[in-house]
């Protein structure tokens, strides 16, 4: 796809004369690219007719850069969406949420339920997990392996077969047992069709979840919005997490579920393992639909912000991976002090949706003191390594005396060190571009 666009535009730039004719042609070019990944034809059409109202051809045609208006036009309409304007019920720690899943059988449900588990378990909640599907042999099974796997508390049985009766059981039991977040797994049949959706609403209806999650596999391609709507007409969905994000899907089908169930996209999964789950970010996920990779905004930042003499650095220690925990410790001081490197750091997309969420800066700065203060308590060893089997237990507990800091807390930030490590990882050999070299898209 990025590479259709990237040509749509460049022959659009070599174009002596912006006229009209010339926008069209760059337009249905984008199209037909966005089309091949699953984003739906109403929309791409709305988009086209958005893009030549924003799009002053007069503004093209004096000279201005027209890759760049276009890029931003093409980048802000898929944006906007994503962002079906209100945010999603969001659970509380230490107050009972119930939250239901649902989706097609197959779409990933009882995987990212599990996922979802795990994902607030880490962070201190007490969630638990009931298994309401009935209709598939093994379905509880799956779901007791998952949730053993990950200490989690759950409901199920082999041989109540009425779905309604188990989640209601369930979500009073761990009520009672004053868990956090209760999440209902349900079936997801692929026909019957009217009898899935009927046993949904019953589920729902009794339970009464505080938020429904539709799950939906990436690879859907156009059929995406009419299911997520019909998802959506039986149950009231509040949510989105698309699955498999890991695989050849570029995921368009993400923008259909938005439409169609007005609610945004919370996770996305990356992975058949209980940790590949992660938070959505818009914009990224914007970039990575338009073939501009994750990093090139990240990139143009660098070229951006970083003086010029420090960038062979900065770009040497990306593009060796190695993420060690002195990297973290700079990076963080840099953060801190909010210079350059600091500005370039906060816009990856791991570091800003998780370690500094927008509008809660103060609590993210103070977190990252805290982090600091334990890794003060570490020895030049630990620093340098990169091997994550070094931090053993009595290292750990020394690290908390040290710092005056909970075992817990240790493991906390040691555990954020791994999440970013993934993330650095990701940028080894990679070829970074030198300033000018960035194409559009
Ligand atoms: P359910 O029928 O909706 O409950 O779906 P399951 O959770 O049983 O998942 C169906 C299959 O998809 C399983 O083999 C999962 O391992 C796999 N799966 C789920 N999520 C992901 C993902 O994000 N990436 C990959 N590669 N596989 C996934
Ligand atoms: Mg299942």
């Known amino acids: ?65 027209k890759r760049r208006i276009i890029q931003q036009a093409i980048f802000n309409e898929l ?43 880490k962070k201190g909640w007490k969630p638990a997990l009931v298994c309401a599907d009935t209709f598939r042999a093994g379905a509880f099974d799956q779901l007791k392996q998952n949730a053993t796997k990950a200490k989690i508390p759950f409901y199920g049985s082999y041989m109540e077969s009425d779905p309604v009766k188990i989640a209601v059981e369930g979500v009073e039991r761990f009520k009672k047992e ?67 994000m890991d695989g050849h899907a570029k995921g368009g089908g993400a923008l259909s579920a938005v439409a169609a ?12 393992h209980m940790d590949e789950f992660e938070v959505f970010d818009v914009k990224p996920f914007v970039s990575r639909l338009l073939g501009m990779g994750d990093w090139s905004g990240f990139m143009d930042k660098i070229h951006e912000v970083v003086p010029m003499d420090q960038q062979p650095e900065l770009l040497q220690k990306l593009s060796e991976g190695n993420f060690t925990l002195r990297i973290m410790y700079e990076q963080f001081q840099n953060i ?19 370690l500094m969420p927008k509008g809660r800066e103060k609590e993210s700065q103070a977190k990252i003191k805290r982090y600091m203060t334990m890794m003060d308590s570490m020895t030049n060893e630990e620093l340098d390594s990169s091997n994550p089997k070094l931090m053993n237990e009595s290292r750990i507990m020394r690290i908390a005396r040290g ?9 906390e930030m040691l555990e954020e060190y791994k999440r970013l ?17 960035m194409s559009a898209l």
């Open 336 to 354: 801190l002090k909010m210079g350059p490197i600091g500005q370039v750091f906060s816009m990856l997309p791991g570091f800003s949706a998780e």
């Open 421 to 437: 490590a993934k993330i650095w990882s990701k940028m080894k050999g990679l070829k970074i571009p030198k300033k000018g070299e």
């Open 403 to 411: 710092s005056g800091r909970q075992v817990k807390e240790v493991t």
């Open 79 to 121: 944006c906007k969406i994503l962002d079906p304007g209100k945010p999603s019920f969001t659970p509380k720690k230490g107050k009972t949420s119930v939250v239901m899943f649902v989706g097609l059988q197959g779409s990933g449900k009882t995987t990212t339920c599990t996922k979802y588990a795990y994902y607030h378990q």
């Open 1 to 65: 796809l990025g590479g259709s666009i990237s040509r749509a535009i460049q022959q659009m730039s070599n174009a002596t004369i912006i006229d009209e004719k010339v926008l069209n042609d760059c337009l249905n070019e984008i199209t037909r690219a966005l089309l091949q990944s699953d984003v739906q034809f109403k929309l791409v059409r709305d988009m086209q007719t958005n893009i030549k109202k924003i799009v002053n051809l007069d503004d093209l045609a004096a000279g201005h850069n």
């Open 178 to 244: 004053n868990c956090d977040l209760i999440i209902v797994d349900t079936s997801g049949r692929h026909k019957q069709e009217a009898a899935l959706f009927e046993e949904m609403r019953q589920v729902s209806e009794a339970t009464k979840p505080d938020l429904v999650i539709f799950v939906m596999d990436s690879s859907i391609g156009q059929a995406a919005f009419d299911q997520a709507q019909a998802f959506k007409q039986s149950v009231a969905v509040g949510a989105v997490i698309v699955t498999k």
């Open 261 to 272: 169930t007005k609610s945004p996209v919370i996770f996305i999964g990356t992975g058949e």
